[in-house]
């Protein structure tokens, strides 16, 4: 197996938190200066800043969970395809953007989720501004989870319509709001494995209170399609629900790039009529689909049944490691571990100690977290090696000051 990408140093590497160029300046506030506001994120310890690379170290950061994304197989197959198919799709899809590569993955996608179709959307992010803002409007009302990822919490906003917060995974709450606020039309929207907390939404449930309800539920199924359910066909397939609407993305577990929504024949025609994202952007490379075809076929035969059960091993481990430091552990098997730190600066001080014993887990802070939950993420891949499993858990070790 292909190991993760181990990042080189790079000489300048600086990790300060604003450039020169970037301090804050006196005086009156200029329309055109942003240096007061990007201080402000400075001292808040959220300034997020472009590195040439994220440093030295093994990367327990990424969600390439199986290790497809430098797999040569799948490499190949999108050099093979590149070099027939060419580098770009050139128009829109329902333009001349069309390309049968793209329909052979929608269907094998499907067949994977089983749904009766599918449709590709450019990212994930694309998938769920598109995807909600076409099943909803003014008139209608959609039930997000507390905790959804900012494409959704977008796709709301896009779709305006009327927007119900229901506390994170708590069932309970989203009936007593399902019970009050009529609407048109009704979505319930969640991601199956929380990509931040590694938790498990209650699918079965959400779909239940749906149907009772009368609402749509819509999965996004970014971090557990690929990990879970048999063939890695994911969380709503292990739980053995079928969502009205699944989203899946192509650049995490499946090592490519590029995303899909799964549902109906008539509601994925739906989309491709109504949903923005999918309409108004160039149809994705052919030869991406090749290799995320490619990436499909390897993730639900054997080999991903392999590295599912490698990943699950990784995970025990390194879960037992954290417990012993009294980190809670969530309870769904997911290969994604926070660290609780609070603050942005402890998040940040966490992840350099991480950093000097050569174990990148960036710290994930506001607004990517909810405030005062600034925190590590460690995320597991196939591709780490047992050796690289020693060497995060013995670095784990020097947080103990901090937890
Ligand atoms: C739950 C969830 N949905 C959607 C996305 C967006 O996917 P993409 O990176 O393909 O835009 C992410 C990415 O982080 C995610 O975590």
Redesign the pocket.
């Given at each position: 197996m292909r190991s993760l990408r181990r990042i080189v140093p790079l000489p300048a590497a600086g990790f300060s938190l604003l450039p020169p160029d970037t301090q804050a300046k006196k005086g009156p506030v200029a329309v055109r200066d942003f240096h007061p506001d990007l201080a402000r994120l400075a001292e808040r310890g959220i300034l997020r800043l472009r590195l040439d690379s994220p440093g030295p170290g093994t990367d327990y950061s990424s969600?390439d969970y199986l290790g497809f994304a430098r797999d040569p197989r799948v490499s190949a197959a999108l050099a093979q395809a590149a070099a027939t198919q060419g580098t770009g799709a050139g128009a829109a899809r329902l333009l001349t953007g069309a390309h049968p590569l793209h329909r052979y993955l929608e269907q094998r996608l499907a067949a994977l989720v089983g749904l009766p179709d599918a449709l590709l959307f450019n990212?994930?992010?694309?998938?769920?501004i598109g995807l909600l803002p076409a099943i909803a409007g003014p008139e209608d009302a959609i039930f997000s989870d507390a905790l959804?990822?900012a494409?959704?919490i977008d796709g709301c906003r896009l779709s305006r319509a009327a927007v119900f917060v229901y506390p994170h995974c708590q069932p309970a709450h989203l009936e007593a709001l399902l019970l009050a606020r009529p609407a048109r039309r009704r979505v319930i929207v969640t991601?199956s494995v929380?990509?931040m907390e590694g938790d498990l939404a209650p699918l079965a449930d959400l779909r239940s209170l749906a149907d009772r309800h009368g609402a749509m539920l819509v999965v996004?199924e970014?971090?557990s399609l690929g990990l879970m359910g048999a063939q890695g066909a994911g969380a709503c397939a292990a739980a053995g629900i079928v969502p009205d609407a699944l989203?899946g993305?192509?650049?995490?577990a499946l090592g490519t790039?590029?995303?899909f929504v799964a549902g109906t024949t008539d509601l994925v025609a739906w989309l491709c009529n109504q949903a923005r994202s999918f309409l108004f952007t160039t149809a994705p490379p052919p030869a991406l689909s090749a290799a995320a075809t490619h990436a499909v076929d390897l993730a639900a035969g054997p080999e991903g049944t392999q590295r599912r059960a490698l990943l699950a091993q990784h995970r025990a481990r390194v879960a037992a490691a954290l417990r012993a430091l009294a980190v809670p552990i969530p309870a769904c098997d997911a290969p994604i571990l926070p660290i609780h730190l609070g603050s942005p600066a402890a998040a940040l001080q966490a992840a350099t100690l991480l950093r000097n014993r050569g174990v990148l887990a960036l710290p994930i802070r506001p607004p990517t977290v909810p405030e005062g939950t600034s925190r590590l993420r460690i995320s597991l891949s196939a591709a780490h090696s047992d050796v690289e499993i020693d060497r995060l858990i013995g670095a784990l070790t020097d947080l103990r000051s901090l937890l």
């Open positions: 969600n990212t994930g992010y694309c998938a769920n959804n990822h494409s959704l991601e929380f990509g996004d970014a971090h989203v993305t192509l650049g995490k790039f590029g995303a």
